[in-house]
């Protein structure tokens, strides 16, 4: 196998830990966590095993969508420490062997960063054309029917220049517009300061959202909205669009070559990129193809509500089929969705560890969010303990995104959980606590240890990195796929019913060498007894 600290091409098959640093651990005890915080626990991140850390947004910013709404793309913000802090923390990482990305937003900015505020003076400075700008109807209304992700109109009026400014979030992160190759430059410019420090890639948000149709055309409706089968909350108006022009426009495509280009100047780097789209798996492929785009990409697929057997097998077959010679990155969850344990788990350990399984044997790269490997379920708050403005407009009906943002609980002894010794930002779940990584560690037989001993075993076998996928046909409820590669091949079979079941087997196998904590299931001759959420795994001898 190739040394993950030399191959230019690590991220094929990367366990990727995405940390959200506000809930990581306050090294300061001001309430929030920190750079400083992260760099303290990279040891607890290296025994987990994972190739590289992705960092969610910690620049310059006002915190109105946390962090997502860049005022200074060059500049850590001082609630997350300095940039010597963030030098100090790629240090740590590297010498642990452990790669670093961070998220890069920039499809949009925030409305206070001085791009901004020079753009939106008058209509004739130099940063004029550097934000999507719009005449109104000649009724005063938006000059389109275009829709923000967060709800309402995508269109805020500005007083100064009597014109109207584009934002696909909130009004306080308006879009930059890519149309203007002045921004373009000034993008790469701010991408290629981070890559001169040293980082290892960059986890591109909402990357098909960079640009806008020219001549600023009605979205078409979205007649599934109605009938409750578009699979997006209807309770948004967001849905009952289909965003033909708002969003994943060729041009796009363009930009990812220069980028791409950037990127190559800095062997052993790599990108990630968020596709949220109406025909996301499409959208990968072009943005994947080629090898002169993004190295690999996500959508929401594996986000969402559904999870039975037939869902999955039907995503990774559609992304297999249409990937082309793109690589997919998989999550199952991720700081914007339903913690994992409560939305697909249910809050059940086997089952967890079922879906822990389903996730690191399937092709391609995987993120695997903070508190994942602790099954953390979804925190329950209070209205007035919410943060998140999404939840905040939308509530009770959506809750928004705060439940699966609370910090993390290293432990039950310690004041909020070990976190910190103030209130933090958001409360620590007490529900977390008889979980927390200090009860996780003493315990052989925890959550924490079974992906770490998997994520370990995962690194030697060579048809889980980089292998093929297939499926083959298996009882209801059931998976059954092999992964090959350099001569290995591996069985996999995973029961997602709350019953025992045998699948049948038409190769000869032999049981994995080691007994993993996760594999419950007993290989016979002609099959494999599975028990309820069971999972097994088989070398192919013949």
Not at 28 to 36: H, K
Not at 65 to 73: E, F, K, L, R
Not at 140 to 151: I, R, T
Request: glycine share 8%.
């Amino acid at each position: 196998m190739s040394n993950p600290k030399t191959d230019l091409e690590w991220w094929r098959g990367a366990v990727i830990y995405q940390i959200y640093p506000r809930s990581f651990l306050d090294s300061n005890n001001d309430g929030m966590g920190d750079l400083p915080g992260i760099t303290a626990k990279m040891q607890y991140i290296a025994d987990l095993g994972v190739d590289a850390i992705w960092l969610s947004p910690f620049f310059t910013s006002p915190m109105k969508d946390a962090g997502y709404d860049v005022s200074n793309y060059r500049d850590v913000d001082s609630i997350f420490g300095t940039l010597e802090d963030f030098d100090r923390l790629i240090g740590k990482a590297h010498s642990c062997g452990i790669k670093v990305i961070i998220d890069q937003v920039v499809s949009h900015s925030s409305d206070v960063h001085p791009w901004f505020i020079e753009s939106r003076s008058s209509r004739t400075n130099a940063k004029a054309d550097w934000y999507v700008w719009a005449n109104p109807k000649p009724d005063g209304c938006p000059p389109n029917n275009w829709m923000s992700v967060f709800g309402g109109s995508a269109w805020s009026w500005d007083s100064r220049r009597r014109q109207y400014y584009y934002h696909n979030f909130l009004a306080a992160q308006p879009d930059l517009n890519f149309h203007n190759p002045e921004v373009i430059e000034q993008v790469l410019k701010d991408l290629e300061f981070w890559l001169a420090k040293g980082v290892d890639g960059f986890r591109l948000d909402a990357i098909n959202h960079s640009f806008h149709d020219k001549l600023l055309r009605d979205n078409p409706p979205n007649p599934a909205a109605v009938d409750g089968t578009s699979g997006v909350r209807a309770d948004n108006p967001y849905a009952y669009q289909r965003h033909k022009y708002d969003k994943t426009q060729p041009e796009c495509l363009e930009f990812l070559v220069k980028l791409r280009k950037l990127i190559d100047r800095y062997p052993g780097t790599t990108t990630v990129g968020e596709i949220g789209d109406d025909n996301s798996l499409q959208t990968m492929a072009a943005y994947t193809s080629n090898g002169d785009k993004l190295h690999m990409a996500y959508s929401f697929d594996f986000l969402t509500d559904s999870c039975d057997s037939e869902f999955i097998k039907g995503k990774v077959e559609s992304i297999e089929a249409g990937l082309a010679d793109g690589w997919p990155c998989w999550a199952m969850g991720n700081h914007d969705v339903e913690r994992v344990m409560s939305r697909w788990a249910k809050n059940d350990q086997a089952r967890a560890r079922l879906y822990m399984a389903m996730l690191l044997t399937q092709r391609g790269s995987v993120c695997i969010y903070q508190g994942e490997e602790l099954g953390l379920e979804e925190s329950q708050l209070e209205f007035k303990d919410l943060v998140d403005p999404y939840g905040i407009a939308f509530w009770p009906e959506f809750k928004g995104r705060d439940g699966c943002r609370t910090p993390l609980a290293w432990s039950p002894e310690q004041t909020h959980g070990g976190f910190s010794e103030v209130k933090p930002w958001l409360p620590v779940y007490s529900n977390h606590l008889p979980a927390s990584v200090s009860v996780q560690e003493t315990d052989p037989g925890s959550m924490l240890q079974c992906y770490r001993e998997f994520i370990k075993w995962r690194h030697n076998q060579p048809a889980l990195l980089k292998g093929d996928i297939r499926f083959y046909k298996s009882p209801g409820n059931t998976l059954l796929y092999s992964r090959t590669f350099a001569g290995q091949t591996l069985l996999i079979a995973l029961n997602f019913a709350n019953l025992s079941v045998s699948v049948p087997v038409n190769q000869r196998t032999a049981e994995v060498a080691e007994q993993l904590m996760v594999t419950t299931g007993s290989w016979q001759k002609d099959k494999v007894d599975l028990p309820p959420y069971g999972v097994g795994i088989a070398t192919v001898t013949g």
